[in-house]
């Protein structure tokens, strides 16, 4: 009888998704941008509590760092593998992955610096965003996941 019981508890047992530990949005660039130029896109993570969002970099046998991305092709292009102004993280030893690892928690704004490709067209266009990231608790390690944050952009003539 015990036996069952667990059995039930574990199949209707609400499992955690990444989207629902982390959920990320964009805020579109606020005026038009012209071709050849880069767009600072402003991508925030709201962490929830209890949870830790894994930084870009991260120690040797540590979690999957975080990672900003573009699809192919595109007209647009991350400008940098750096984030512009990376957000103050914390460093403390992660029971998860026995190393020190590098973290946000709570909300955490990103700027990732886009750029326009000289031969895009004028008018309203989506720039294909993904992020790559690993988030854990005190307990669990969820796996990596990548969403996708599409975003629109104007680009003027």
Known sequence: ???????????????????????????????????????NLKVSADVQPGWK????????GGPKPLAFATTEPSAFQLASKRIVSPPSKVQK?????????????????????VTVSRSTAAGVHTVPLEVTFQACGKDICLRPFTQKLPVEVTVRP
């Not at 992660?94 to 610096?113: E, L, M, Q, R």
């Open 1 to 39: 009888m015990l036996c069952v019981l667990a059995l039930v508890c574990l199949v209707f047992a609400p499992l955690q998704r990444p989207v629902d530990v982390v959920k990320w949005s964009v805020v579109p660039a606020a005026t038009a941008v012209a071709p050849g130029t880069t767009v």
């Open 53 to 60: 969002l894994y930084a870009i970099e991260q120690p040797h």
């Open 93 to 113: 030893q992660d029971d998860n992955f026995a190393v020190s690892t590098h973290y946000y928690d709570g909300a955490t704004v990103f700027t990732v610096p």
